[in-house]
Each structure stands twice: as structure tokens, then as C-alpha cells.
T-cell receptor
Framework: DAGITQSPRHKVTETGTPVTLRCHQT?????MYWYRQDPGHGLRLIHY???????DKGEVSDGYSVSRSKTEDFLLTLESATSSQTSVYFC????????????FGPGTRLTVT | DQQVKQNSPSLSVQEGRISILNCDYT??????FLWYKKYPAEGPTFLIS?????DKNEDGRFTVFLNKSAKHLSLHIVPSQPGDSAVYFC???????????FGQGTTLQVKP
């Protein structure tokens, strides 16, 4: 089974502060993704990576940046958190490039006050 | 513009009956469709998928039907069990992008 951990699992932060969420995979999957889940919107792609130092934007990338310096780690940074970024964030790894099947981590609940 | 839509936010069925969850899409370039199930405080888990060259795929109690002309797919769960109570997300991908586009989700409640 693919293994993904996300840290922290819960975080409360204040508006204007920087926040970094970490996703760690135990295998060597090339593709990694960051999503946010909000009521009424399902899961929306923020950024994704197709290799070390290779990243691209998703549909809701404004206010977020990512980095991938190692295959196993994919970091999501909110440079200056806003209340609209209060959400549940999920990391995923790509299991099958053809079908798009992805395996998701347990999520991080972020609250920006 | 939402490319994948699940128009029913919730569905309630009796244990043992059939659950039918629906999904519509607009982009004819999608060539794979997937269903994910999500329990509270957990990440989504993959349930079943279908390629656009097929019209049906079955895995145990779960069957997905694809109607390409109507740009519609459905997930059938027979028989429904209380443990199936969860949020179900429909997703679509095109093989040249590798990205998934998700619907808004449908909350299924299966009553004992």
C-alpha cells in the first residue's frame, strides 16, 4: 500500500502569517498533488508536481506556492494566510498516469483567524 | 465553469436497496472517470473507475455506467449497507493532463 503522511494534521493560524504544510510519501511516485476541500466545491487542485523541482499550477493556485526538492516531499506554502484559505487540505500521489487514479493522504485542517 | 457536476447534494436509501449516484460532465476530452468515497476526517479513497471506451464496469456491489452521448455517469451500489454512508465524489481525467477534476460530492446515508 502507498503511504502518505501529512503534517500538521490540524493548525490554527492568524491572518497574515506564513504557513507551510508538508506531504511525505514513502514510495517513489512521480506525481504529487495538493487539493483543498470546501463545502459545495468538492476537491479543487491547487498545485501539482511531476518530478523533483517540476511543478505546475492547478485551478485555485492564487496565494499558494509549492516546492519539491526531494521525490518524497511536497510542500505547500501560504505566504500570507487569509481567512478564505481556511479549508481542509489533501495531498495525493498519482498511482496510474493513464487513468489519473490518485491515492490521498489523511488531510490537514487549517483555520485562519 | 464546472466541468464535472453532481447535482444531488444528498441521497438517503434503506439498507438492502439500490443507491444510484449521478454525475454529469461537459468536457468531451475526458477519457477516464473515477468514483471516490470519503468518510469524515479521512482522505478520499478510490472506489471504481471506467474508461471512456467502455459503458459499464463492475466490482462487487459497485457498478459504474457511462453514457457518453449524454455525458453522464452513474454509480450503482447494490445492496446498500450502512457502512456505505459517506460522501461520494465523481472525478474525470484526460490522459494528456493526468489531472483529476472533481464534482461537488453527494452525501449518501444508508439507513438500517
Amino acid at each position: 500500500d502507498a503511504g502518505i503522511t501529512q503534517s500538521p494534521r490540524h493548525k490554527v493560524t492568524e491572518t497574515g502569517t506564513p504557513v507551510t504544510l508538508r506531504c511525505h510519501q514513502t514510495e517513489n511516485h512521480r506525481y504529487m498533488y495538493w487539493y483543498r476541500q470546501d463545502p459545495g466545491h468538492g476537491l479543487r487542485l491547487i498545485h501539482y508536481s511531476y518530478g523533483v523541482k517540476d511543478t505546475d499550477k492547478g485551478e485555485v493556485s492564487d496565494g499558494y506556492s509549492v516546492s519539491r526538492s526531494k521525490t518524497e516531499d511536497f510542500l505547500l506554502t501560504l505566504e500570507s494566510a487569509t481567512s478564505s484559505q481556511t479549508s481542509v487540505y489533501f495531498c495525493a500521489i498519482g498511482l496510474a498516469e493513464l487513468s489519473g487514479e490518485q491515492y490521498f493522504g489523511p488531510g490537514t485542517r487549517l483555520t485562519v483567524t | 465553469d464546472q466541468q464535472v457536476k453532481q447535482n444531488s447534494p444528498s441521497l438517503s436509501v434503506q439498507e438492502g436497496r439500490i443507491s444510484i449516484l449521478n454525475c454529469d460532465y461537459t468536457n468531451s476530452m475526458f477519457d477516464y472517470f473515477l468514483w471516490y468515497k470519503k468518510y469524515p476526517a479521512e482522505g478520499p479513497t478510490f472506489l471504481i473507475s471506467i474508461s471512456s471506451i467502455k459503458d459499464k464496469n463492475e466490482d462487487g456491489r459497485f457498478t459504474v455506467f457511462l453514457n457518453k452521448s449524454a455525458k453522464h455517469l452513474s454509480l450503482h451500489i447494490v445492496p446498500s449497507q450502512p457502512g456505505d454512508s459517506a460522501v461520494y465524489f465523481c472525478a474525470a481525467s484526460s490522459s494528456n493532463t493526468g489531472k483529476l477534476i472533481f464534482g461537488q460530492g453527494t452525501t449518501l446515508q444508508v439507513k438500517p
